[in-house]
């Protein structure tokens, strides 16, 4: 075959192929009705492309323009994460699903506050606060009331546990997800913060600091202002996991040291307890907490370790990690006992979790933080919290504490027992009943009841809780 033919033939067998058509079928002749139809299905199907390919490009610029107005607000929610979740030297994966990352101790978030550029942590322990009575020192055993009547307990610990621990000179780390700052629908500097109105209505000198119109209530006992310097608190809580009605809703238990100004914005607060909030952790788990403020709730301060500030020397235990086991109705009660107290030498704020042996020393709110807590706490609070949305018109079916009233006692409503300060001399002492006062909104949706029982050194009491929208609280 000459060099001509086999050209020939290679443009004849290498035609491209042209809209679905195969260019290189055999050749055959047709009729002029048949041959007239190929341009109309040519023209057509080339339509038909020219369709199609004005869609994609439609679609195309659709999603080119979604991925331009999301991409700036993921990438300043990625940059958030990245100062928020520091590098791990471990990380632990709860069956939870909490992700815990075991974070050098001098790398910490915490250390990031401005106030705190020159900060030496402190590693020495604090002179823990010395009891001056016996109240408060039975142990923490079985399970409701036993065969002499007396009242025992379980002590309840973290979930994270069961998976692993971190390494010394490391902090277990909640790790902070997109997903967890989505859900706020907030602006990234109001994430991991209270929502704060300044329309809150005046109070009275003595009155707890109670923020009203808002739709928070309250079931809480409370020490009066003025009443003495107050260098620290203790409770032991038991731990539930009350049914939240809201997605944006929350049930709390916690103990509050304040000082300033309850009118103004220069309020200090320091907190700790347990928690429920699907909107901040993504579940209904009870989950341990801390919080601060050195202005009322305006600029400062946050939950947990969403911001710098709470410095974190344990490598135990995990601040916004669930806790196990929880309590019961009519069968195992589970508490856990928080202790805060001023460290006479440095002035730290530091936070025990435990009691007895089985107790850790958390971290501290380091006192560069504050202003009127620099130097000692004039008011006391210890008691529940839930946020009120009236969905639908009608009080919230959220839960306080059980979701059971005071009256049902023990094994059904929740507790806060052996209530102490700490005195100027680092001394805890008791509260007197006749010290305590209460405060509870509306007794139709939570309430609270003082007690004083020491059979089983539990001293000064309360119970306190509800569940929320009920006949008497419609």
Not at 48 to 58: E, M, R
Not at 263 to 275: K, T, Y
Not at 428 to 442: G, N
Request: glycine share 10%.
């Amino acid at each position: 075959m000459t060099r001509t033919a086999m050209k020939g033939r290679r443009r004849r067998h290498g035609q491209p192929r042209h809209l679905g058509l195969v260019a290189d079928q055999p050749e055959s002749r047709c009729s002029m009705s048949s041959c007239s139809a190929a341009p109309k299905q040519l023209l057509h199907l080339l339509l038909v492309s020219l369709l199609l390919a004005s869609t994609c490009a439609a679609a195309s610029s659709s999603a080119t323009a979604d991925a331009q107005y999301l991409s700036p607000k993921m990438a300043r929610i990625q940059r958030h994460l990245d100062r928020l979740n520091k590098p791990a030297l471990r990380t632990i994966q709860s069956m939870d699903g909490d992700t815990i990352d075991c974070v050098p101790r001098h790398e910490q978030h915490a250390l990031d506050h401005p106030l705190l550029r020159n900060h030496k942590i402190q590693l020495a322990p604090p002179r823990k606060p010395v009891s001056t009575s016996t109240s408060g020192t039975a142990s923490a055993l079985s399970s409701s009331w036993n065969s002499t009547g007396a009242r025992a307990r379980r002590t309840a610990w973290q979930t994270w546990h069961h998976a692993g621990h971190c390494p010394r000179g490391t902090v277990p780390m909640r790790r902070t997800t997109a997903a967890d700052v989505l859900r706020g629908r907030r602006s990234l500097f109001r994430f991991g913060r209270k929502r704060h109105r300044r329309d809150r209505a005046p109070r009275a000198a003595n009155a707890p600091d109670v923020v009203t119109g808002n739709g928070h209530e309250h079931a809480i006992a409370y020490t009066a202002v003025g009443q003495q310097e107050v260098y620290g608190a203790k409770a032991t809580i038991n731990v539930w996991d009350p049914a939240i009605q809201e997605s944006n809703g929350f049930s709390l238990s916690q103990l509050w040291l304040l000082s300033g100004s309850f009118n103004g914005s220069d309020l200090n607060s320091i907190e700790a307890g347990w928690q429920v909030s699907p909107e901040l952790y993504g579940d209904s788990r009870p989950r341990l907490f801390t919080y601060w403020t050195s202005d009322a709730y305006e600029a400062t301060g946050c939950y947990n370790a969403l911001c710098p500030g709470f410095v974190q020397t344990s490598s135990r235990v995990a601040i916004g990690a669930s806790i196990s086991p929880v309590s019961s109705l009519g069968g195992e009660q589970y508490d856990m006992t928080l202790l805060v107290w001023k460290d006479p030498k440095l002035g730290n704020w530091w936070l025990s979790y435990g009691d007895g042996g089985a107790s850790q020393l958390v971290g501290y709110w380091p006192a560069e933080l504050f202003t009127h807590l620099s130097g000692h706490a004039t008011m006391v609070e210890w008691g529940g919290e839930v946020v009120n949305t009236s969905p639908g018109g009608a009080h919230t079916a959220t839960q306080m504490g059980s979701g059971r009233f005071a009256a049902e006692g023990f094994g059904r409503a929740s507790y806060f027992r052996d209530l102490e300060t700490v005195d100027a001399g680092n001394s805890l002492a008791p509260v007197s009943l006749d010290a305590l006062q209460t405060l509870a909104e509306d007794g139709g949706c939570y309430d609270i009841r003082k007690a004083y029982d020491d059979r089983d050194g539990w001293g000064t009491h309360f119970y306190y809780g509800g569940p929320g929208h009920n006949p008497a609280c419609p």
